[in-house]
Structures are given as structure tokens and as C-alpha cells.
């Protein structure tokens, strides 16, 4: 077991928010406008007859051409061995200026070999987070370069890749994996479609930066669910923000 957890703490689970580029439509380089109302064509209802740029606001946040990070919450195992107890030692990066939050962030990739490891991390996380490094013109951190290297090259988990089996038809939430395996719900006070609006019209950060957090936890237990681990396993979190 003491090896098991020790090989735990090479895995650095990992969450972000995302919010739009900007606040309104109108505040975007007319460049990007013009790209803007030619994806809205592509992601507004066939049915429906909407106004230009109108979508903006609920959906670039998830387009990195569109949006930017505004939280990076990363947790990792720690087994202490002399006390013969595991900890879950949490941070989050969240910064007034995306290109500071992806700094510091890509400064703690430099210090380890980690696996990442987010839940759907592979179609989202981890690409949303590889282009908006690169807009900062920040040099690609080694776990996150993935050209040219073979799968097995790759250090990438992600939990829903994981559910699946290989049933690639299946998408499966966070939510109800915490759910099924009885695990505390992430989605106290706000949920991913509410995090916009806590940025730009509540200028909450810090409660963004909560609900990040409290993914990246539930996304662990979940990888110790898939381990056959019991649920009652005494694990002490230890939160470390991003000023220290």
C-alpha cells in the first residue's frame, strides 16, 4: 500500500474555470468579432434567429480562441510516512491577469515529472490550457507536449476516458460519478454554467476558486473509487493558495 501511495503522488489532479475573453462582445479586436459571428453560426439553434454576438456572453468561456483561464486548481497525494498518514495537498492559482495564473502554474509543472491527470482533461482541460499558454507566449511546459510522442509517451489520466471502457459514444459528468460512488457533490453555491457571471457581474474569484477546488478533490476520490480504495480512507486536505 505504502508503494501504491507513493506512486499516488506523481498524479497532479488538476481542474480550470474559463471565462469569455471579454465581458461584452463589443470589447473584443473587431478580428476577433468577425471570427466570433462566423462560430456562432456553427453553435446557435438552426431554429432560432438570434442577434449577432449575442451568444458571446454563455459561450466563449469555453472556446480558448475566445476565452481565458481565470482558475487553476491542482491537488496531490502525499503520504507521510512516519506519521503513517495521507494527505491531499491542494492549491489554486487564480490571478487578476490570465498570462500571471498560467505562470505560475506552469511553474509548478517545471518542479516534477507528473501525470496529469482532470476529468474529461483530454478533450478540455488540457488543450484549453496548452493554446491559452501559448497566446500568453509562454514557452509549453514539457507534460503538456504532446507532438510527436507515442500514447504511452503521453502523461495524461482522465477519469471519464477512464468510465468509459472504450465506449467513446459515452459522456458521463462529474456529478453523477460522485453521485454513484457516494462522494460529497462539488456543486455547492455555483456550477460551471454560473462561473461568467460570478467573474465579470459578481467579481467573485474567490468563490470560483472554491468550486475549482472543490472539483479537483472529487476528481481524486474518484480516481481512488476506480482503485477499489474504501471510501471511509482517512486522507487530511491541506489548502495552499496561490500567495504563498
Known sequence: MVNFFNELSDILFLDIETASQEEAFEALHPRL????????????????????????????????????????????????????????????FAEEQEYDTLTAFVELLHRKKWILCAHNGKEFDFPYLSRRILVNRIPLPEPLQIAGKKPWEVRHLDTLELWKFGDYKHYTRLELLAAIFDIPTSKEGIDGSQVNEAYYHKKNLEKIREYCLRDVLVTAQIYLAFQGLPPDLEIEIINKDSSE
Open 33 to 92: 468579432q468577425e471570427e466570433w459571428l462566423k462560430k456562432e453560426k456553427h453553435i446557435q439553434s438552426k431554429d432560432s434567429e438570434i442577434e449577432p454576438g449575442s451568444l458571446f456572453f454563455n459561450k466563449a468561456g469555453i472556446y480558448a480562441e475566445f476565452g481565458k483561464v481565470i482558475c487553476v486548481s491542482v491537488g496531490y497525494f502525499h503520504f507521510v510516512e512516519e506519521e503513517n498518514k495521507m494527505e491531499f495537498r491542494t492549491k489554486s
